[in-house]
């Protein structure tokens, strides 16, 4: 089991920066690719980004891609999303997950889910 807990939501202006943090329990962390989806109201939850387990390779969303990093440290079971350049089209619930595969950018492959943390972003 992993427990994961998101943190470092809140309200932004365009153009301003965000950095979330997710926080996994456990010793099998470094097993697990991680990810971050998000969902805005209406609309159905989508791949933001992917790190492997070493942290190597990452995967990004082409809407994202340029303006957010994904990393991890390993020895504090953390996951991080570094969010730059913010737009209005942003604003939506994050969320972090855990995924025993390589490069996993569908929902179904990922087994933990965080409670999500809202990003809102004005204009």
């Known amino acids: 089991q992993v427990q994961l807990v998101e943190s470092g939501g809140g309200l932004v202006q365009a153009g301003g920066s965000l950095r979330l943090s997710c926080a996994a329990s456990?010793?099998?962390?470094?097993?697990?690719?991680m990810g971050w989806f998000r969902q805005a109201p209406g609309k159905e939850r989508e791949f933001v980004t992917t790190?492997?387990?070493?942290?190597?390779?990452?995967y990004y969303a082409d809407s994202v891609t340029g303006r957010f990093t994904i990393s991890r440290d390993n020895a504090k079971n953390t996951v991080y999303l570094q969010m730059n350049s913010l737009q209005p089209e942003d604003t939506a619930v994050y969320y972090c997950?855990?995924?025993?595969?390589?490069?996993?950018?569908?929902?179904?492959?990922?087994?933990?889910w965080g409670q999500g943390t809202q990003v809102t972003v004005s204009s």
């Open positions: 997950a855990a995924s025993p595969r390589f490069g996993p950018t569908l929902r179904y492959e990922y087994d933990y």
């Open positions: 790190i492997t387990m070493s942290g190597v390779s990452t």
């Open positions: 456990g010793r099998t962390f470094r097993s697990y690719a």
